[in-house]
């Protein structure tokens, strides 16, 4: 349950999908829904949302190295929010709307992995630590 390398799987996720959303939205956009993204507001909204996805990426990728070694924070909470928050989007999405992507289940599986992964973290910090921590 290492924190450090929970923090670089997310921050690799998160940062490879805002470099697509920021490139080609509306092909990520229609692998994770099955449908493509068809006028410009909606890629630019696209293109915003990978902005955000490049923060919270950096955010992990930089707090990886924190000195409260795993301790429960603000960060590691934010994260299980949003991790929580997405299954729920996504599944809602193909519930109510009827998304089908490709790349929905398997988006799903990750974000519940890691909200898993970081309640756990965050219940038992001392083991997010590792085999060192005292």
């Known amino acids: 349950m290492k924190t450090k390398i929970l923090l670089t799987a997310i921050a690799i996720a998160e940062l490879a999908t805002a470099i697509g959303l920021l490139l080609a939205?509306?092909?990520?956009?229609?692998?994770?829904?099955?449908?493509?993204l068809e006028t410009a507001v909606p890629v630019v909204v696209a293109?915003?949302?990978?902005?955000a996805l490049i923060t919270i990426g950096l955010i992990c990728w930089l707090e990886r190295e924190s000195s409260r070694g795993g301790s429960p924070?603000?960060?590691?909470?934010?994260?299980?929010?949003?991790?929580a928050a997405i299954p729920a989007l996504l599944i809602h999405s193909y519930v109510v709307d009827g998304t089908h992507g490709i790349g929905l289940w398997p988006v799903v599986v990750l974000h519940l992995a890691f909200a898993l992964w970081?309640?756990?973290?965050?219940?038992?910090?001392?083991?997010?630590?590792?085999p060192t921590a005292r």
Not at 73 to 83: E, H, M, P
Not at 118 to 130: E, S, T
Request: charged content about 10%.
């Open 25 to 36: 939205p509306s092909t990520v956009v229609e692998l994770l829904l099955g449908h493509p």
């Open 73 to 83: 924070s603000a960060v590691l909470i934010g994260l299980l929010t949003y991790n």
């Open 118 to 130: 970081l309640a756990a973290c965050i219940r038992f910090p001392f083991a997010a630590r590792g």
């Open 47 to 51: 293109r915003v949302a990978g902005t």
